[in-house]
């Protein structure tokens, strides 16, 4: 009982063990994987925030440049020799100098636009933009900038306040758009592996291509702080092979925790029902155990107090005396047969070779079982009905062993079927075999009991309730005899109708068959 909960308590611990090692992978690998996107985000915002920076001092680097140089130039007043050369910086687009009254200085304005679009941008600049520029809300020599649509075009403003020999000074500068988005950007946004964007802020997108919507996508925005207002950079993962990967990683995890799984619960299974075997068998064995003591008891006795009385002198004839001697010589035949079965059985299961073969005849070996049967068929009031076919093939055979076979099925038929008065064997050649019946003609086998009657220690429902004494052992030494012989053994009955027990051997190509008396026994 204490080993049986122990086990129990075994298979349980391994089970919740099974289990935790389960949720455990399956946590960890959701981790890892959570972890993973995790690293490809920052990566990736890493990226976006270096682009945006980039791009950025590039434009503010120009920007300090002129205003520096312009500055300079006003003071040295050679404006109208150096702004044309100040201008020149590819991502300058025009420059604007202004008075305190927002109006250009004489020579204070240079544009690498054609002249009619210069005179357009100028008018446009002057009349709509300058007054919009917060250009005295900015403190003097600090960087301002603006952004915005006029007349359906975007610009980008930088300006700055500046005062020189005490005269207030307006420095505007306005970015090269063209150059940035044809020079620039490209450099900044290559192709590959990940997808860019830039979009204004009503998410219209200005430049770069539409991403797939696609959510296992990581999409990273980075705004513009110095330049373009409220335009962000959007990062996308372009090359999402790395995430199929990481998908198909985590199947593969969970398929292997699946199996994993699978194979401990079957495990376990098959111990479950490997205890409940053992459990079984030894609880036959136990009652096999009692079973044969019994069987050894009862013929022990009737040896003793037969023998007593014959010691004793306490017998009225010479007849009775002859029948206490027969009583005592059948009685102590009988406990030789169940030891011998025993022995037998035991040699079996220890796996002792416990077979010695000789070519024989079938038919003189059954005969010699059916004469040694003979006294239990009398004191049980029934007749054996033999049909033995003259003229058999020789076969391998171990004469002991298949006596001890057909004894048993006799046995069985006298002790399981005495009512239907009668026992018919026949042995007959068919086909490459050598076949033997036994028929009764009593309470015949369950459907689902044929099979398993031949299992040791077995025994049939109906027969452990009755006072009749068995060691469920004979069946399964006859399959065990059979098999040794190459042969096998079987059982055609239906309850009620007797049962037909049969043993087959095979018979070896080109067998000889002996020139044989007839016979029949009856
Ligand atoms: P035992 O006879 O010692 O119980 P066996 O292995 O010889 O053991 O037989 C196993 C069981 O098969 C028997 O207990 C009985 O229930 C059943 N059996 C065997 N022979 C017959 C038969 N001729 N008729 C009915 N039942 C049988």
Known sequence: MRRLLLVNALIFAVLASAMGLAYYGYSYTSEVSTREREIIEDTTRDLAEEKVIGIESLITTADAKVFDEVGRAIELDRLRDDLKRIGSEPLVESIYVLDENDQPVLDGLVSRRETDDRLRARTLFLTQIAPTLPLHATPDNVRGHLQGTWDRRTYLFSFMHKTIAGHPYSIVIE?????????????????????????????????????????????????????FDKWRLRVAQKDVSSQERAGRRRIMDFVLIGVSLVVILAGLAILALAIRRERRANELKSEFISNVSHELKTPLSIISMFGEMLALGRVKSQAQGTEYAEIIWRESVRLARLIDNVLDFAKIERGVDAYEFTEGDVGEVVERAIELSQHRLAKAAMTIEATLEPELPQVQLDPNAFTLAVLNLIDNAIKYAPEGKKIAVTLAAEDDRVVLRVRDWGPGIERDEQARIFERFYRARSVRLKPIRGSGIGLALVEHIALAHKGGVGVDSAPGEGATFTIWLPVPAGAVVPARRGRTVA
């Open 175 to 227: 970015t090269n758009l063209t150059y940035l988005f044809i020079n620039v950007f490209p450099e900044f946004f290559p192709r590959s592996p990940r997808l860019y964007q830039l979009v204004d802020k009503d998410g219209v997108v200005r430049y770069g291509f539409d991403f797939a919507s696609d959510p296992s996508n990581v999409v990273i925005e980075q705004p513009f702080n110095e330049t």
